[in-house]
């Protein structure tokens, strides 16, 4: 059995200092220089906008009415409203677009009317991611419900974010 001087392994400990060292200094450390204490550093924060406040309240959006064929298109704000008259009632889809930074959950009132009918559909389109559309759609009315897209008068009742 050969018996290891001890030499050979302070060499080692006294090689791996030497790199650590090196590291250390290479890295800009060094035992004379003193870390500053950030808590006595003043940090300046720019003040935050603020809006200027009015007595007059905030417009509301005006309604956007277009056609698409057989379709009335209805669009305000960030919700759009299409209309169709078809075979088994009025398909009545609606679409909104998350435009804000963060997901919200969007519910929707559209009532669809024409010549003493009306009909009102609620949707709840569930959370939507910022940037993203959700859609929903829903049939009212039968079939034997006879309207010309010039007839329907199409409102979007409310908008509810939560």
Request: glycine share 10%; proline share 6%.
């Amino acid at each position: 059995m050969q018996l290891t001087s001890t030499r050979g392994g302070l060499r080692r400990i006294a090689y791996g200092a030497a790199v650590a060292a090196a590291i250390i200094g290479a890295a800009g450390c060094t035992a004379g220089q003193t870390v500053p204490d950030r808590a006595t550093e003043s940090v300046t924060i720019p003040p935050s906008p603020t809006a200027e406040r009015t007595d007059e309240p905030t417009p509301e959006p005006t309604p956007v009415i277009s056609y698409l064929g057989k379709t009335k298109i209805v669009t305000l704000g960030n919700v759009e409203a299409r209309v169709t008259p078809g075979e088994y009632g009025i398909n009545v889809a609606c679409n909104v677009s998350n435009d804000t930074g963060r997901a919200l959950r969007y519910k929707t009132q559209i009532t669809v009317s024409s010549e003493g009918v009306s009909y009102s559909a609620e949707f709840d389109l569930g959370s939507i991611e910022p940037g993203a559309v959700g859609q929903q759609s829903k049939a009212v009315g039968s079939n034997a419900t006879e309207v010309r897209k010039e007839d329907l008068k199409v409102y979007i009742d409310s908008v509810v974010t939560y």
